[in-house]
């Protein structure tokens, strides 16, 4: 049922998500796929086809129960589990991200870092998290049970990297360097591009 | 005629620019808004819709000019000029940012990086940029022509920094701190969400 769902769907269901947590949190009980529609500004009938999906989320003539509706995206996102996240490269954005408080809310733990400098590997991040041997990824990831891994190295070594993470046995990487790499079919690759937010605000200063 | 875009349709306008900047790196001419649907899992009439708002860029029987739509996009996103960017904390975000190479390929430009350590003030990014006093935010901008800063501090300093960023008459700004922040109704804010790639990661692991 959920084998054609997109890409383009499932972060849709993460902005979902994000509003419903705060109708929740502001006592909001009910919501129509038409608000959902005017937050998002998409049309109601894709945002009922992208929880069609997943079965009759709707209730007639009351839209969606808030409540109802947000844990089941959660089911959905497979965030109703902790997951366990490694940081490749322990640079500038791996220990920003390595101590990114914005993680641990959502369930997502990173619980190593890997580096391939001598000197950096058995140290630790400012928030204690150990730096292991890049060499090291597949025992480490298998012991501490990792399954999503962020590559946070210079575009010139990354192909290098994810290759590594792969062989490791981790399906699933979230990637920070611009431009395009390859992993296998049965891998997903997640990007990361800080210019696609900066050129909203391009086009705010553009149009004022 | 550009006033009712909306965020996520500005949002939509990045995402089809790099795809015709592929299509035009593969020496595609024409593209309909149906493949353009088809690559975003979007409807072909919200597509025309989103583009629609700046004129009739369609060819009737056509579709879209690859090379025409590409340029028009860039302008409409005001990435026809350079917009220089200050980054404000020099922390490991902050460092990672300033040197990020997907900046400049796409008319941004780091100049200048802020702090209120003594100790990192008047030192350097290993890229060069220099690390100036966040007291000295104003004078900088004016003299640097900042029309965008990045806010890459913790959440607890979060509130005030952009506070101060306002107070120089920055009008967009870019988040990179969990939680929500407020500003005048003349300034643009836009916040980076590292958890709704994480999500999408998850749902892929969830449903395999």
Redesign the interface.
Known sequence: M?DQ???????R???Y??FLNELEANGVRTVSSKVLAAE????A??IRKDLSHFGDLGVRGVGYVVADLRLRLRQ????DRR?N?AIIGA???G???A?????R????RVVALFDSLPDKVGTRSRGGILIHDIRDLKRVAKREGI??AVV?VP?GSAQIVVNTVVDAGI????NFS?GSLRVPRDV?L?S?????????????????
């Open positions: 959920t769902v997109s890409e383009q769907t499932t972060n269901l993460s902005l998500l994000r998002f500004d998409l049309n009938a894709l959905i996102l497979g965030l997951l996240v640079g500038n954005l220990f920003a991200l101590d990114y408080p914005g993680f809310q959502d369930g997502f399954t999503i946070a575009s399906k699933a990487l979230l611009p997903k997640k990361v591009d800080v210019t696609v937010s900066l050129e909203s605000l391009s086009f705010f200063l553009a149009k004022g």
